[in-house]
């Protein structure tokens, strides 16, 4: 999210505190997973993390369909709820190829829903807030489903809607390893960086304890330098690496990049960030092997 007011309030949605007292927007009571599998939506009420290092719980590896290991293309957008017209072919035209899709400010309208199921992708929204009745969020998408996913949110300091964070497991194929995709959307609106940090411990102490490989990436907000140095202290904890883009694409704010991917167990064979003008952040394709 990269201007105050945007991302908060689309169409006629003027003041947030209006907006909530008249049912424009909601936030539920407690975090959930709305999933698409094979067809049918399903929800996922109060999922966790705290299970995510057991494999006991996790879906069956489907005799092998997983995750290619040779080689996967990863596509990472923060979409601005489809505001903009024609961002429709955006999508398609750019994430058509893609194996893993990770959405920030993904509004869950039929039109996105078509766009999916069109490109056969299963999904999984966690929902930071109802926008009339729909859900908006980070949504992380495969043809492949994803053997687990949880959730946990953090609210915005300075306003009332949350900020999300969506944590997929996927077998990788013909391997005993699970794929970590951690999709991020870092809170915005603070006025120091105590908050902001203690979304960042918390996801720390999630990857860190994965022993497979892993990408964390999204919208990270990183509008100052103190944000950057609080990320860059986190993924070096984490003993994670930043693919580098040779692209000059990459959305900024105040002069700094916003969107990042990190990863530790994996090496990036090509990344690239590709300019649209239906959305304020530009999306990011990165194609990962395992070594």
């Not at 109802?130 to 609210?155: H, I, K, M, Q």
């Not at 990042?260 to 649209?276: C, K, S, T």
Request: with cysteine.
């Amino acid at each position: 999210m990269l201007y105050v007011v945007k991302g908060l309030l689309r169409g006629s949605c003027l003041l947030l505190p209006a907006l909530i007292a008249v049912g424009c927007v909601s936030v539920p009571g407690e975090p959930y997973v709305l999933s698409l599998r094979e067809g049918t939506e399903r929800i996922e009420s109060a999922v966790g993390c705290g299970m995510a290092q057991s494999r006991d719980f996790l879906l069956p590896d489907g005799a092998g369909e997983g995750i290619n290991p040779g080689g996967f293309t990863l596509f990472n957008w923060n979409m601005m709820k489809g505001a903009r017209q024609g961002w429709e072919d955006d999508f398609v035209h750019l994430a058509g190829d893609a194996d893993l899709l990770t959405i920030q400010e993904a509004y869950l309208t039929e039109t996105l829903r078509d766009v999916l199921q069109d490109g056969r992708y299963q999904w999984d929204l966690t929902a930071a807030f109802l926008n009339w009745d729909r859900e908006t969020g980070v949504l992380t998408g495969s043809r492949r489903s994803a053997a687990y996913s949880c959730t946990f949110r953090f609210p915005e300091p300075l306003v009332v809607l949350p900020k999300t964070v969506l944590a997929s497991f996927y077998h990788l194929r013909d391997t005993d390893q699970l794929l970590l995709v951690a999709n991020v959307h870092l809170i915005n609106f603070t006025v120091g960086t105590e908050e902001y940090r203690d979304q960042l411990r918390e996801l720390e102490e999630l990857l860190s304890s994965h022993e497979g490989p892993l990408v964390l990436l999204g919208d990270f907000n990183t509008w100052s330098a103190a944000r950057m140095e609080a990320v860059a202290g986190a993924t070096e904890r984490m003993a994670l690496t930043k693919v580098r883009f040779t692209q000059e694409n990459l959305s900024t704010f105040l002069g700094r990049s916003v969107d990042h991917v990190y990863y530790r167990g994996l090496e990036p064979v090509d990344a690239r960030a590709v300019q649209v003008s239906t959305s304020d952040h530009n999306p990011l394709l990165v194609t990962f092997r395992v070594p």
